[in-house]
């Protein structure tokens, strides 16, 4: 059984050379430029999932940074109206 590779020039093409009859496929030259057509997008490819990864570490940073400051801010909030409740009944006393 023969593997049948499907090369696209473009994007929009690539389509088109799934109906295509394999002598209808490019060669020759044509072949060289497909080649580098899909090394370069294999590297955008790979630059954007560590792009992703990178960002997601770092989103994922500032989400525990944000989630942290947010409980202490809580805590103090309770603290000082706690302190502020025993000023006010000593007053009172």
Same mark, same amino acid.
């Given at each position: 059984?023969? %593997? ?5 020039? @473009? ?15 490019? &060669?020759? @030259? =044509? ?5 580098? $057509?899909?090394?370069? +997008?294999?590297?955008?490819?790979? /630059?954007?999932? $560590?792009? %992703? =990864?990178? &960002?997601?570490?770092?989103?994922? +940073?500032?989400? #525990?940074?944000?989630? #942290?400051?947010? @409980?202490?801010?809580?805590?103090? =909030? %309770?603290? /000082?109206? #706690?302190?502020?409740?025993?000023? =006010? +009944? $000593? +007053?009172?006393?």
């Amino acid at each position: 059984m023969a %593997i049948k590779t499907i090369a696209c020039t @473009s994007l929009l093409d690539c389509n088109d050379n799934a109906t295509r009859a394999p002598s209808e496929w490019p &060669t020759g @030259s =044509d072949t060289g430029e497909l080649a580098a $057509e899909h090394g370069m +997008r294999l590297m955008a490819a790979e /630059s954007a999932v $560590e792009w %992703i =990864d990178r &960002t997601t570490v770092t989103t994922a +940073r500032r989400l #525990s940074a944000a989630r #942290s400051e947010a @409980s202490t801010q809580e805590l103090l =909030d %309770i603290v /000082s109206g #706690s302190r502020q409740r025993l000023r =006010d +009944r $000593e +007053r009172i006393s």
